[in-house]
């Protein structure tokens, strides 16, 4: 078959199956589990992928599942992937009651969609100049920090992130292209797709601040007080904003996460969690470092101390140009130009992004989605648009790659030029991961 009678056969693959795809979309909806707890998901997409005949490896980087077609092929390899995990929404009406876990960022569409494209293209693999292989991938919302880094102490895992994980155990050593899509209310904007977005890279900063306790009442003065070692270090931190620059888009959030051990006593034990975004590595560490005297700062002023570590969290996101105009130019078959945006600007991060420094990425934004993503407002409203249209983009997008002895991809793989290696990326990492005490 010439390349259009593949993306026809692919279409017509995913339109049979149609209600059996939705139905994988709607038990994740029902489950939802957070990163590394994700082991319902990863069964049931790992049975999804060996009824379709693939060849499944589970437990891939604590949780998440890989699907390969029997058979080693020559040529370069796509890996398309799906995130497992949820993120905690308490507020929204189809939350767990039990844990406040809810799929309010899409990642049930994009699970649901790499399973929609291994059934599409089951059948045509066999005459593409290449394979593909299927990535469930877990833990990529950066959230339940204690509960990772007690894996981390106990030896389960290496890093809090699924894609670094994973990187780190080698599973993308044999990959050439990465690529998912990821759900966005561009209806909102007048869009129905957009070929790739922006992302910003992060840090996370675990701040300890140790004050003294004291009696609240009876003899506050015989205290140091840490929560107010918090509030200061927070308005410090308020007052460095002006000094970032607006084209490298720095974002510092955070949330105290204990306030002190009880009402009466003064507290001695106060902890923080903070994000700290940016375009740019060295606008991550510069932003780093103003936080880091904010703090130093903060524990002199109170005759305190504070503990901070450091840990990595994504890099910001370079996807590739060539595959989003092949994304785009198959967009085109279901959508008018003018629905079709070349790409979003967001200043979110997606941990895609540290793949995109070391191998070419399509990292491509669908909708049949509205509210904003982690509220209670996110819903699904088209199906057709969230999973059915956008796997069959991506199903055809692989088969222009692939196609013609893989021309296309091998293309895109020699143009990329990576911004770091592997072992360079790992050194970061190790870089990025420290404790300090002030």
């Not at 649901?112 to 005459?127: F, R």
């Not at 997008?397 to 990576?418: E, M, R, W």
Request: proline share 4%.
């Amino acid at each position: 078959m010439d390349k259009q009678q593949l993306k026809q056969a692919v279409m017509t693959a995913i339109d049979a199956r149609r209600e059996d795809i939705l139905s994988i979309s709607h038990e994740i909806y029902k489950h939802p589990e957070t990163g590394y707890r994700e082991f319902k998901t990863t069964e049931l997409l790992a049975d999804t992928l060996e009824k379709e005949g693939y060849e499944v490896e589970r437990g891939i980087a604590y949780t998440g599942c890989r699907g390969r077609a029997a058979g080693a092929k020559a040529g370069p390899k796509i890996a398309v992937m799906g995130e497992l995990d949820s993120v905690l929404c308490p507020t929204h009406p189809d939350c767990d009651a039990a844990t406040g876990a809810m799929h309010a960022c899409g990642h049930h569409l994009q699970t649901t969609v790499m399973a929609a494209v291994a059934i599409g293209l089951k059948p045509v693999l066999d005459q593409l100049g290449g394979s593909v292989d299927f990535i469930a991938i877990p833990a990529e919302e950066c959230i339940e920090l204690g509960y990772r880094d007690e894996l981390k102490r106990t030896g389960k895992i290496t890093y809090l992130s699924g894609k670094q994980e994973y990187t780190y155990k080698g599973g993308f050593d044999d990959v050439d292209i990465a690529a998912m899509i990821h759900s966005f209310d561009l209806d909102a904007m007048g869009k129905k797709v957009a070929a790739t977005n922006t992302g910003t890279g992060f840090i996370n900063k675990s701040t300890r601040f140790i004050g003294k306790e004291a009696h609240a009442g009876g003899a506050p003065w015989d205290g140091i007080n840490a929560l107010n070692m918090a509030d200061i270090a927070i308005a410090a931190i308020n007052t460095q904003r002006e000094t970032f620059k607006d084209t490298d888009r720095v974002r510092i959030h955070q949330i105290i996460t204990k306030g002190g051990d009880l009402l009466n006593a003064v507290p001695a034990d106060v902890r923080m969690d903070t994000t700290i975004r940016a375009m740019n590595v060295p606008a991550m560490k510069d932003a780093c470092a103003k936080f880091d005297r904010c703090v130093h700062g903060a524990a002199i002023a109170l005759g305190g101390h504070a503990e901070i570590s450091d840990t990595p969290g994504y890099l910001p996101m370079f996807p590739d140009a060539t595959l989003a105009e092949t994304f785009t130019e198959n967009a085109k078959l279901f959508y008018a130009p003018e629905q079709i945006s070349p790409q979003l600007e967001s200043t979110a991060s997606f941990d895609i992004g540290d793949l995109s420094h070391f191998m070419p990425i399509l990292h491509a934004m669908t909708s049949g989605v509205s509210g904003g993503l982690h509220s209670r407002e996110f819903q699904i409203t088209n199906e057709d648009d969230a999973v059915i249209i956008p796997a069959k983009i991506v199903a055809c997008t692989i088969i222009d790659l692939l196609a013609d002895d893989a021309a296309l991809a091998n293309k895109v793989v020699a143009d990329f030029q990576p911004r770091m290696t592997k072992e360079e990326y790992l050194a970061y990492l190790k870089e990025m991961t420290v404790e300090k005490s002030y």
